[in-house]
């Protein structure tokens, strides 16, 4: 499988995930997630990034950041390392608690910062449990579930403290009533039939973007070399500037448009 790049830059944006090795639990109870919780704020405020959105899983989670000193690597080893060692230590245990290293994709912020924050918010409703349910359903489950950035994005009086909610919102109208109104409306047609993972864009070379961004993302990383290994990815970059390859239109939102049911 080819290696994703890792791209690292001042000011720029990520979706990170990490699953449990093997695919096991990495939340045993709710301590176990407000001591995640707790050890993602230090680690955020050490390396000074900030976080736009997260969700946390059973056997995995994902965030959206953004590293205005370009130090993701650093951040994600040290943020790792806490928790893996705070997890061990409460339940007498040793080793791995990862599989693997974290997956990281750049992300092209004005076209897809919006539409990957509702994906990762919708996580919880993307299981086997939630098959056949219908979108209100699904919609009182997210509106349960305590261990997502989701109910931050609607009411600011439940938000963690270490959430930055701004500048997602602001492609909603803002950190206004209409703005958390407008996102709102906008995660629940997501709960419709047929959403695509905009994930999907960034698979074997890690960045999920526009033609006009690819390009730029990869001028940059001719410029100062990549890694052996990462090559392949480099490679399979260029290839997704042939033309009409990437034809994946902006986002563009219209409130209107009625709450899915």
């Known amino acids: 499988m080819t290696r994703p790049l890792r791209i690292h830059y001042p000011g720029a944006y990520y979706h990170v995930t990490c699953r449990g090795n093997e695919r096991r639990s990495i939340f045993a109870d709710e301590k ?4 995640f919780l707790d050890k993602l704020a230090l680690s955020l405020e050490i390396y000074n990034v900030i976080l736009l959105a997260y969700v946390c899983m059973r056997n995995h989670f994902h965030l959206i950041v953004t590293t205005p000193r ?8 040290h943020f790792n390392i806490s928790y893996t060692t705070a997890y061990n230590h409460r339940h007498h245990r040793s080793g791995h ?12 912020a004005d076209n897809y910062l919006l539409a990957v924050s509702r994906y990762i918010h919708l996580n919880p409703v993307r299981t086997r449990v939630a098959e056949g349910k219908s979108a209100e359903e699904k919609w009182r489950v997210l509106m349960k579930y305590r261990w997502s950035s989701l109910q931050g994005y609607l009411s600011p009086g439940k938000r963690v403290r270490f959430l930055s909610c701004s500048e997602i919102l602001n492609y909603t109208g803002g950190d206004t009533v209409r703005g958390r109104e407008g996102y709102r409306r906008y995660v629940q047609i997501g709960l419709g039939k047929g959403l695509e993972n905009p994930l999907e864009l960034g698979k074997g070379h890690g960045v999920v973007g526009e033609n006009e961004f690819i390009k730029w993302v990869k001028s940059k990383i001719g410029k100062v070399g990549a890694a052996k290994r990462e090559q392949p990815a480099l490679r399979e970059l260029g290839r997704l500037l042939e033309p009409d390859v990437i034809g994946v239109k902006s986002l563009s939102l219209t409130f209107h448009l009625p709450v899915a049911e």
């Open 32 to 35: 176990d997630l407000s001591l």
């Open 70 to 77: 370009g130090n993701l690597s650093e951040f994600m080893r």
């Open 97 to 108: 608690l990862y599989q693997g290293r974290y997956k990281a994709f750049l992300i092209d």
